[in-house]
């Protein structure tokens, strides 16, 4: 067990509806970051917050949009889903989000069907 | 940005012989190079890393080994069981981001 938790495990919804994820990361740790891992895919960096502010984003459609709140956990919205959108999805924490750079730890993901 | 590449996509060995698998990366100035195992269905787990003022690093039966000249690093995984079956990754930090850069996967198969 990492230490950082995500919920829910499974979701299973439907195109054109709007889902939200929850991130709660190691305690003390003030980094969070959101992959997307698709089918055959390897991990595609989505966006990353450090402390409540953004701090690097990656491939992230504009569909999908993220924030960490004061007591660090970290949603991430998916909005306008699409069959593609369907994948697991994961959190990871850090202790620090500088580029000095320092290990990850991944949550379970969550894995989301799109029908 | 960083670019990794990974290869081979896929690797089937016996029980009991050697892996190997190797990225490369773009930019010489990256210097943390981490490899995570992740089992199916399961989250990415490190299982060793490697900065850039080191040559080789070793933890039982893994061993990573670097060469910045050619900007490539190598996972060596020895006396391999069926347990190492796995999806590995490798990726890459370049200083002044705060992200990894990661390979595509290799997907290890171990047979009895």
């Known amino acids: 067990d990492s230490g950082v938790t995500q919920t829910p495990k499974h979701l299973i919804t439907a195109t054109g509806q709007r889902v939200t994820l929850r991130c709660s990361p190691r305690?003390?740790?003030?980094?969070v970051y959101w992959y997307q891992q698709s089918l055959d895919q390897g991990l595609q960096f989505l966006i990353q917050?450090?402390?409540?502010?953004?701090?690097a984003k990656g491939n992230i459609l504009e569909r999908f949009s993220a924030q960490q709140f004061p007591d660090l956990h970290s949603e991430l919205n998916l909005s306008s889903l699409e069959l593609g959108d369907s994948a697991l999805y994961f959190c990871?924490?850090?202790?620090?989000?500088?580029?000095?750079?320092?290990?990850?730890?991944f949550g379970p993901g969550t894995r989301l069907t799109v029908l | 940005g960083e670019n990794v590449e990974q290869h081979p996509s896929t690797l089937s060995v016996q029980e009991g012989d050697s892996a190997v698998i190797k990225c490369t990366y773009s930019?010489?100035?990256?210097?943390?190079f981490p490899w995570y195992k992740q089992e199916l269905g399961k989250r990415p787990q490190l299982i060793i890393d490697?900065?850039?003022?080191?040559g080789e690093k070793k933890d039982q039966r893994i061993a990573v080994t670097l060469n910045k000249t050619a900007k490539h690093f190598s996972l060596h995984i020895t006396e391999t069981q069926p347990e190492d079956s796995a999806v590995y990754f490798c990726?890459?930090?370049?200083?002044?981001?705060?992200?990894?850069?990661f390979g595509k996967g290799t997907m290890l198969l171990v047979s009895p």
């Open positions: 990871a924490s850090s202790v620090r989000g500088a580029s000095d750079y320092n290990e990850q730890f």
């Open positions: 305690s003390g740790d003030l980094s």
């Open positions: 917050y450090y402390n409540g502010e953004e701090r």
């Open positions: 930019d010489s100035a990256s210097n943390y």
């Open positions: 490697i900065r850039s003022n080191v």
């Open positions: 990726a890459a930090h370049l200083p002044g981001y705060s992200t990894l850069t």
